[in-house]
Each structure stands twice: as C-alpha cells, then as structure tokens.
C-alpha cells in the first residue's frame, strides 16, 4: 500500500463533437501529467464527446467515433491512470458514464445514477441511470467515482462510502449561474458531513453556445475545508497529493485561487462566452453597432477582451435623431479600446423607406413603425458587412429588453450572439462601473445619463416603461422563481405596474424565439431553460 497519490485535476475547455480533438487534448495531457509524477489524472463529465452533445448522441457515426476513441486511449496511454467521461454505448441504451483506465485497461467504469431533468438539464432524454456505486482502488487508496449531479443527492456518495471509499472523485459539467460557486461548495460540505470522506470535486471550463462553465475545480478534505481551488473561467491542470495519515487520506494543502465578486464573475462569463463562440465557430471577428449608450459601450468592452481590438468593427449608424453626445460617446468609446470605427449614416435608407411607403401611410398618424424602420436600416448595413467580410455580428440587446420586447424583431435583435442577452439593465450599469475599475474604456455620461433608443425626438426608455430599478426586480421575482401577480404585490410592487409588465413578457414571447443565442449567467435565461409556449390563455 502506498502513502501517497498525486491526482491531477485536467480542468479543460473541450469542444462539443469533436471526439477526435478531444481525444488528442485527453492523450496529450495524461501523458504530460505522468511525466509530472501524476499516479491520475482525471477529466471533465463526457469528455470525449463534450458537454452537452444533445441530438448528436442518437447518430450511428458518432457512437462510432466515441467507441473508436475510448479504444485509442487504452493503445496510447499504457501505463498510469486516468479517468475520463464518455457516453457508454450499450445493448440497453447509453449512459453518462466515466471510466478508469489503469495499464491501458478498463478497470472500472461509473453510469452517473442522478440524471439532471431541470432547468438547462434534459439527460433523461438520452441516458439510461445507473444503480451501482463504483469504488476502484489507485496505489493502495480506495477511490469511489461520481459524475455530477450523483454528488447533488445523498444516496451515490453514501453507496460508495459503503463500498469502502477513502475519497471521492467527482467528474463535472456543472454550468455557470451567479452564485453557483458557493452552492456547489456547500453541496459537496454536506455531503462530506454525511460520509466524512475528502472529495476532489473536477469541473469542465469554456463556452458551449448559451451555456458557460466555470471550471473552479475544488478539492476539500474530509472536515469540509476547501484545501485546492483552481482559478476560474481559464484552462489549466491542477495537482493535488493525498498522503495517508492515521490510515486515512488527507490532502496536502495547495492554491486555493480567492472567491470572484459577483460582478468580476458575470464578467469573465461573457467574455469566454463570447470568445469560444467566435473561436469554436471559426470567425476572423466580430462587427457591432455602437449607439453611444450603455448597452452597445459594454458590448464592446467585452469583445474585445475576448478577441483583442484588432477583430472587432465598431459601426456607429446615426440618424436624424442621433444626438452630438452619441456620436461623440461612441467615437470615444472606440478610440479608448483602439478598434476599427466606422460612421454609417442611415438617413437616406430611412427617407427612401418613408418615400417608398408613404401611399400607404397616407393619413396614418406616426407611431413605432417609423422608429423599426431605422432599427432594421440599421441591421441591413451590418448584416451587409457581416457578409462581406465573414465577421459575425454581435447584438447588443439587454434581458430586460428581451423580457418586455423593447427591442426590434429584424432590427437590433438581428445577430448571430447576444453577449449580454442575460443580464438585466442594472447589472449592466454594474459591469460598466467594474470594467472601468480596470481601466476606462466607458465614458462616465453614457453610465450617468439617461438611456434612450433615439428614434424619436426626445424619447427615453421610462416614456414606455417603468423605472429600471423597478421593472429589474419584478422581471427577476417573475421570470427566476415564476412569482404570481398576487406575491409581487405582497412584496410591495404596485399591482397595475406588475400586470402590465408580466402582460409585455407574455406577449413579446414570440420575438425571443427568433432571437440569437447569449450567454447565461442567471437562473434562469430566455433559451433553453424558458419554455412558455406563444399561444396560450393563461390569465393572471
């Protein structure tokens, strides 16, 4: 029996399908790991197939790469150990399974028990629960393997424990929401509490279309004590040794990487959001529009710390509305981050569109088609240099537009990836105010005055909506714990307001579906965890 095993915790950013990258990404850092002295090393939940494959699971040829790659591993790692996660093709149907492979042999393998079936989560679509708990031995330490959710429940980890674990390892694909972090901590606390065993607890890192994970892989010995954390939201292979003290194993303190704020958090999403998706798609960069407010300055602020200047088109669009501070703003805003800036101006499109169809407005009083007219100008020009150029077009809208359709269908809603799709208008004054704490790139009047669409004269964001500060909160109670019309007034929101809001997101339904995909940080994002249905008669 040895004294001491040294796991390496491979914390990497795999790409969905493509088994054959992965499997060159999992052989070249076993065999590094090894040259390190790694006695394991361990990779993320589905790592051969990436996380989640969805649909692509059901595909003949793909089960054929996944069986096919599992096989090189064994021919091309002989010696050591590693666990990996793959979808387990089966006579019975496909699990979510993670191997050990010892000696260029499989000597175990874990079907994950808990299968997720909420919010972004649909794996009983596709995978059949294991029941049996898997506890293999490692130089002399017995090593009980979990996937995932199976450390959410109690059952998987106290099965192991009486199979005989000394430590749990937990290989994941646990998605980015603020706060997860410390939910996950106190998770694996608890069930450390439980069975009083140390658990090394692996999470996958990068962006897969709306989804974003974190990595902030831990390990925390068997007090609960978080003894090793990796930093977040960045690649890396972390090492943690176990020695056996008193004949158990006790973990050798490493770097415990600090706790990110909130606002550092959600920002750091974004931009590996945005830079996966841009680098995982293949495009040379980005073009976006830059209004000179709010909105379209953080959007910029964010693609290019995820792509550098030199790939982002900034496009400022004006009309006969635009004002001086909005051409100023974002020509400013522009020379801070060193882009590519070019003025568009849409008035001859617009006065065209208005020629072209003033027979048919005749007599008709002006209302918000003149104001989606110039919205989707706009959207013609930068779809036209999205096209031309292969650039991919960033939109710029907030949840909070999302929530209640204050956004153009066919206009500003136009893009192929919406950075800030998910997060509310306050917290974009809030993630303005942390990326000028790390050196300005927003001028402090377009976070201080107040927002408006300029496509009227005049016009401001409260002319048709409630106050942000309160419009935030309700969206929040409604849309993040399906609050009725009856609990948002006993919090104290005016019964009139909260109808009229839940009315807008309701009715704006259909719109969402037509928009791009953004990045989630909340807990709950219009996309693949919001399904309310366009025609329906639900009343409040």
């Known amino acids: 029996m040895s004294d001491s095993l040294r796991i390496a915790l491979a914390q990497l950013d795999l790409l969905v399908g493509d088994v054959h990258g992965n499997l060159s990404r999992v052989v070249q850092t076993a065999r590094a790991q090894q040259a390190r002295g790694a006695d394991l090393t361990v990779f993320p939940e589905l790592t051969l197939s990436g996380y989640p494959p969805e649909d692509l699971l059901f595909h003949r040829g793909f ?138 607890y692996l999470n996958l890192v990068g962006g897969q279309d709306e989804l974003i994970f974190d ?108 004002s001086e501070m909005s051409l100023s703003d974002a020509a400013e805003e522009a020379r801070l981050l060193g882009v590519k800036y070019s003025v568009l101006s849409i008035e001859g499109m617009f006065a065209a569109t208005l020629a072209a169809l003033s027979p048919e407005f005749a007599g008709l009083p002006a209302d918000a088609t003149e104001e989606n007219i110039q919205s989707r100008c706009r959207m013609l020009l930068l779809m036209g240099l999205s096209n031309k150029t292969g650039r991919m077009l960033l939109t710029t809208g907030n949840k909070s537009e999302m929530a209640v359709g204050y956004a153009t269908l066919y206009g500003d809603m136009a893009g192929g990836f919406a950075p800030i799709k998910d997060c509310s208008k306050l917290l974009v004054y809030r993630l303005a105010d942390y990326r000028n704490g790390l050196g300005r790139v927003i001028p402090q009047r377009v976070i201080d005055r107040p927002p408006s669409a300029e496509l009227r004269e005049g016009q401001k964001d409260s002319d048709a909506l409630p106050p942000y500060e309160v419009l935030d909160p309700i969206l929040e109670a409604f849309i993040e714990e399906d609050l009725s019309v009856d609990e948002l007034e006993a919090r104290g929101f005016d019964r009139a307001t909260v109808g009229r809001v839940l009315d807008l997101v309701k009715r704006n339904e259909y719109k969402r579906r037509q928009a791009p995909p953004g990045v989630r940080v909340s807990r709950r994002a219009f996309g693949r965890d919001w399904r309310y249905p366009i025609t329906n008669g639900y009343r409040r």
């Open 215 to 322: 990595g902030n892989s831990f390990v925390m010995d068997a007090h609960g004590h978080v003894v090793m954390r990796a930093p977040p939201f960045q690649e890396g292979v972390h090492h943690i040794e176990f020695r056996r003290e008193g004949g158990r194993p006790v973990p050798v303190p490493g770097e415990v990487a600090p706790e990110l704020s909130e606002e550092a958090s959600v920002y750091s999403a974004l931009v590996l959001g945005v830079r996966d998706y841009v680098h995982k798609h293949g495009f040379p960069g980005v073009v976006m529009g830059l209004s000179g407010g709010i909105d379209s300055a953080l959007t910029l602020a964010i693609a290019v710390d995820a792509l550098g200047a030199d790939r982002v088109h900034a496009v400022m669009m004006p009309s006969r509305y635009t």
């Open 63 to 200: 089960r054929h790469q996944v069986d096919s790659a599992l096989e090189e591993i064994r021919r091309q790692v002989p010696s050591g150990c590693l666990v990996v996660g793959y979808p387990e093709y089966t006579r019975f149907g496909i699990y979510n399974s993670a191997a050990l492979i010892s000696g260029g042999l499989i000597a175990a393998v874990h079907r994950k028990a808990e299968l997720p079936n909420y919010k972004v989560f649909d794996e009983k679509r596709y995978f059949h629960a294991g029941a049996q708990p898997t506890v293999v031995e490692c130089k002399g330490f017995r090593v009980g393997l979990l996937v995932c959710e199976d450390i959410w429940e109690p059952q998987p980890a106290e099965l192991a424990r009486a199979e005989g674990a000394e430590l749990l390892i937990v290989i994941n694909a646990s998605p980015y929401e603020r706060q997860r972090q410390r939910e996950r901590e106190a998770n694996v606390r608890a069930r450390i509490a439980d069975i009083g065993v140390p658990v090394v």
